[in-house]
């Protein structure tokens, strides 16, 4: 149904509650001057708790560079500073406080918005005004398919976003065969939806249902009664939290079963957990990254992920989410790209991020000819007796997959 | 076929919380002319007012409604004393405007308190269903029907037999002449007003029940109120309740025979043939 | 003096202030120039509005469809002929949407007040829910546009189309037209009986509204480079041309291009002085002015009595 959203008007921007302009006290050795990158995120408007998250990941790699010997450009030294506006949530605004921020702020790197939608407007101006942008919050390849060459993704393409749990469901045993899928109809989930109906197919399992429900809508009876008639031995969801959390209930209040129910938003936040308790038990999620998966860490930055997760928490109060993970990682791709390159000039910068190749605590970072990083797997995690376990790819697990998911009368 | 069933069963269940939705709405618009824009705003302030309690007092969802009814009863009573009351004869697009940027301010009042974070109320019986046949039902979703329907009664029985209400439906049909038999207009137009915000309260406790809760999640309940109001006429708790169950029993039908990304087209389309075809709806009375 | 155009002082300002305007790209600044753009396409859609909401008295709730339909056209001109000239991206949107107009405005046209707005609110939500379905159109996924290389191409046609829609509305204050409308608006059966094709003159106002809204989208597709179902139907797109024209003064020429200027600087000094809770203010602001000014600016300085007049007035429409 139509919803009004309470999306501000575009507005003149100056540094209101976002603006940081004081710089953490330098390290021992002085520094040559400071790096000021730009962000546009939310500070207010549907996407100011996602906006916040991703500050915090940006932030918290400003504070470490400051404190640790700032970025080395050819034999000097910098600091970092990050110059935020507030974008309301709002692509067309999003826009504006870029160009803002290029042309009068004289920013030559760019840190991405939140959501799809803002990270497209974004890349179009950063294309034109040619500058560089890395995003970790944009994941919808339609950005990508431009022909664009400023924009560049940290995170996994849309489309990978459930293939995880499916290349997973194949080493399980008894194989699950038949899968539904139901994404929300926006940019970002049919492109997660179409993934994994294209993994499945090419992988012998049998895609028995595939459809999108509106965006935001508060009714999924009709698609989680058609599912059931079905019996699949998967059930997939691209969406939204609030959706999956709909989703979820319906199931259980319809005693719709399966071996597996997957999700490509939702186990990863602890409000989902939260709010259904033990309802959201054997649930599985695709996952950029989780504290309990296991990477290692690129030298020059903090080490490991555990150690990431732990040093974060102490700073913020709370283990990290993806998105603060992912958002970490686009400063991260900046810092090396400009350390490779030697030099602050955004072409010379935009060119090295196209090369880059690097292990980070994240994951590779490293971007095909379009700029989105499709080397980065997808983990997958399983919520088990309401922890958050990471269950594969192998190489970073930290415990088994719970399969099959019992009958709900049976929990 | 036993899909037909169960998305029979699926649209009465939702029909009537659209019902409830339905029923303020439709007061305040047939009886004081006025489209409620702030509507949805009152829906979300019921459903966080049921969340507060849930989560501090571990209240349950039903037991919650008839304060949150009072709540928003009294608040929605100071709003048409206080505010909408100076422009009530204004032409229609005063109101209009006025009650979008009242919702806009509730709305963003609740941003700021609660932000914008989804909420959920989960209870010990939640996801408990019955099955009849091929068709299982959720307890939680019959007792709101239940809910529903007792509370649409009450509404009725309110407008015939009590004085205040006989005074409401006499002013419904002229103002001036209920005015000048003693009939003290501008408390009643609150009342009516309140009523209207109190049922939207309601209608917020029952869809906290099943549907998450975020500041903006009474918006498309506005739309909903629409259409259960052109589907059913206006101004009557029949047309209510007709309206909210044709309206659920067509979007369940909808989403699985046209298809679900069209669900709420589907709605909006059979709105507007019934605006072009028969704009008093089903039970609504032919205006002079 | 002035007749229906309104105040003839006001009318003159509003003209100067839109030259003055057209001088902005040369300010060299991107976010001056964005923001100069938002308030000519704001302004655009409210004189689209303003036509049948102002002048003929059926207000519409919908007309964000219009310019949905506009950068939906300039997006498939791009994504399936590789066009990006934005004369010919106006031109077909205005021929699409004016068509989109007549077909539903025959039927649609026959409901009167409250019916017809919601009817053009259920037009807006519905075909945004279509259009999110189309594969054609990118469905929720959306489609890129490519801006053109000389950018500021885009402002000056903004600024191009609502100069237009500007000289329109003032023509047709001093034509047949535009009595036409008024006479519709004041007392529709009277008007037929004196002779006055309604139906047929409310479909023109429709359909003219509509090529104003569509204009404006054409040129906004590519100048935002980016186009789905949220960003072509926006609510804010749907509502703000009504609050400026309403802030501006409903049924006059310069009403919108003052509303959208007003209503900009508003939004613009509560966000630099209250970030968190600015969206609040708005809607404080859109009380106040509905409560105080429901006619608008430009009836303000019209009345006798002036701020006092105002005063006065209030509660002029209460119970």
């Given at each position: 149904m139509g919803c009004i959203r309470v999306g501000g008007f575009p507005a003149l921007a100056i540094a209101g509650a976002l603006a940081l302009t004081t710089a953490v006290p330098a390290p021992a050795s002085a520094a040559n001057g400071t790096i000021v990158f730009g962000a546009a995120l939310a500070a207010t408007g549907s996407t100011a708790r996602e906006g916040e998250l991703t500050k915090e990941g940006y932030d918290f790699w400003k504070d470490y560079v400051n404190s640790h010997g700032g970025i080395k450009v050819a034999d000097k030294i910098y600091n970092v500073d990050i110059k935020y506006y507030d974008d309301e949530s709002n692509p067309q605004t999003a826009a504006r406080l870029i160009e803002k921020l290029v042309s009068e702020d004289h920013v030559s790197f760019i840190l991405g918005p939140y959501g799809s939608a803002n990270s497209a407007t974004a890349a179009a101006v950063v294309e034109r005004l040619k500058v560089p942008m890395v995003e970790g919050n944009g994941a919808a390849a339609s950005i990508f398919s431009q022909g664009y060459k400023y924009t560049f993704a940290v995170l996994a393409p849309g489309f990978k976003y459930l293939q995880g749990i499916l290349e997973m469901a194949r080493t399980l045993k008894p194989v699950p065969k038949t899968v539904a899928i139901a994404t929300a109809n926006d940019t970002f989930s049919v492109e997660v939806g179409q993934g994994a109906a294209d993994y499945a197919n090419a992988h012998g399992m049998t895609v028995v249902y595939q459809n999108k429900y509106p965006?935001?809508?508060?009714?999924v009876s009709a698609v989680v009664s058609a599912i059931k008639a079905l019996h699949p031995d998967m059930i997939l969801n691209g969406g939204h939290l609030d959706e999956a959390l709909l989703l979820q209930r319906t199931f259980k209040e319809q005693s719709v079963n399966a071996k597996i129910f997957g999700y490509s938003v939702g186990p990863d936040t602890p409000d989902f957990r939260k709010t259904l308790g033990k309802d959201a038990n054997w649930v599985f999620g695709g996952t950029q990254w989780s504290p309990t998966a296991k990477y290692r860490g690129a030298p020059g930055f903090i080490g490991d992920s555990n150690v990431y997760a732990a040093a974060f928490n102490k700073q913020y109060g709370h283990l990290p989410e993806y998105h603060n993970a992912e958002s970490t990682a686009a400063c991260l791709a900046f810092m090396y790209a400009i350390e490779r390159a030697g030099s602050l000039d955004p072409q010379k910068v935009r060119d090295a991020l196209q090369h880059l190749d690097v292990v980070t605590f994240y994951g590779i970072l490293k971007f095909d000819s379009r700029g989105l990083n499709v080397y980065k797997p997808m983990a997958v995690n399983q919520i088990q007796n309401g922890e958050l376990m990471t269950v594969w790819p192998l190489g970073v697990q930290n415990a088994k997959p719970a399969y099959p998911t019992p009958p709900w009368n049976a929990r | 076929m036993e899909l037909f069933a169960q998305d029979l069963v699926n649209g009465i269940l939702a029909g009537g919380i659209f019902a409830v939705v339905a029923l303020g709405f439709s007061l305040v618009w047939g009886i004081?002319?006025?489209?409620?824009?702030?509507h949805g705003a009152y829906i979300m302030m019921g459903a966080y007012t049921s969340y507060v309690l849930f989560s501090t007092w571990h209240l349950d969802p039903f037991l919650s409604l008839p304060l949150a009814f009072g709540l928003l009863y009294f608040f929605g009573y100071g709003v048409q004393r206080f505010v909408i009351n100076y422009v009530v004869r204004a032409p229609l697009l005063t109101p209009f405007l006025l009650t979008f940027g009242l919702s806009l301010l509730i709305v963003n009042v609740a941003l700021f308190i609660f932000h914008g974070d989804t909420k959920g109320i989960t209870t010990q019986y939640s996801g408990s269903n019955i099955s009849i046949g091929t068709v299982t039902i959720a307890w939680t979703k019959l007792w709101t029907l239940v809910v529903a329907l007792i509370i649409t009664t009450g509404m009725q029985a309110f407008l015939t037999a009590s004085r205040t209400g006989r005074a409401i439906r006499a002013m419904a049909l002229d103002i001036d002449a209920a005015q000048l038999a003693g009939v003290r207009v501008s408390h009643l137009y609150a009342v009516v007003y309140g009523l209207g915000a109190g049922l939207a309260g309601a209608a917020g406790v029952l869809i906290s029940l099943s549907y998450s809760l975020q500041p903006?999640?009474?918006?498309?309940f506005v739309i909903t109120a629409f259409v259960c109001c052109v589907l059913g006429g206006l101004g009557t708790v029949q047309g209510a309740l007709v309206g909210g169950l044709l309206y659920g029993v067509l979007e369940a039908f909808g989403s699985q025979y046209v298809g679900t990304g069209l669900q709420d087209a589907v709605a909006l389309v059979v709105l507007l043939l019934v605006l072009i075809i028969r704009p008093r709806g089903i039970l609504g009375k032919a205006t002079a | 003096m002035g007749g229906l155009s309104g105040n003839a002082t006001a009318l003159r300002v509003t003209v100067a202030i839109l030259i003055l305007l057209?001088?902005?790209?040369?300010?060299?600044s991107g976010y001056d120039e964005n923001l100069g753009r938002s308030v000519l396409m704001f302004a655009t859609l409210s004189f689209g509005w303003n036509i049948l909401?102002?002048?003929?008295?059926?207000?519409?709730?919908?007309?964000?469809v219009f310019f949905g339909i506009g950068t939906y056209t300039s997006a498939a001109l791009w994504q399936h002929w590789h066009q990006q000239s934005i004369p010919l991206a106006i031109g077909c949107a205005v021929v699409v949407a004016v068509a989109f107009a007549i077909v539903l405005g025959i039927p649609i046209l026959r409901l009167r007040g409250h019916y017809f707005a919601i009817a053009t609110l259920g037009i807006a939500l519905a075909t945004e829910e279509i259009v999110a379905n189309i594969d054609w159109l990118g469905a929720g996924s959306g489609q890129a546009v490519r801006p053109l290389e000389a950018f500021s191409s885009y402002y000056f046609a903004m600024w191009a189309v609502c100069a237009a829609s500007m000289l329109v509305t003032y023509l047709i204050t001093r034509s047949k037209l535009g009595y036409a409308f008024v006479a519709i608006r004041e007392n529709e059966e009277a008007a037929a009986v004196l002779g006055v094709d309604a139906t047929r003159y409310k479909v023109i106002a429709w359909a003219i509204s509509a090529a104003m809204a569509a204009a404006a989208g054409a040129v906004f597709a590519g100048a935002n480079g980016f186009i789905d179902p949220p960003t072509a139907f926006a609510t804010d797109d749907n509502v703000f041309p009504i609050v400026m024209a309403l802030l501006g003064?409903?049924?006059?020429?310069a009403g919108p291009l003052i509303g959208a200027l007003i209503l900009t600087a508003i939004n613009e000094t509560l966000w630099s002085h209250f970030p968190q809770i600015h969206t609040l203010f708005f809607g404080a602001v859109i009380v106040l002015v509905v409560l105080f000014l429901p006619r608008g600016l430009l009836w303000l300085m019209n009345t006798r009595g002036g701020w006092r007049g105002v005063v006065a007035a209030f509660g002029a429409y209460r119970l």
């Open positions: 965006a935001a809508t508060t009714d | 004081m002319n006025i489209i409620n824009l702030a903006s999640m009474g918006d498309p | 057209a001088f902005v790209p040369l300010l060299h909401g102002g002048y003929t008295g059926y207000v519409s709730f919908g007309n964000v003064g409903v049924g006059t020429v």
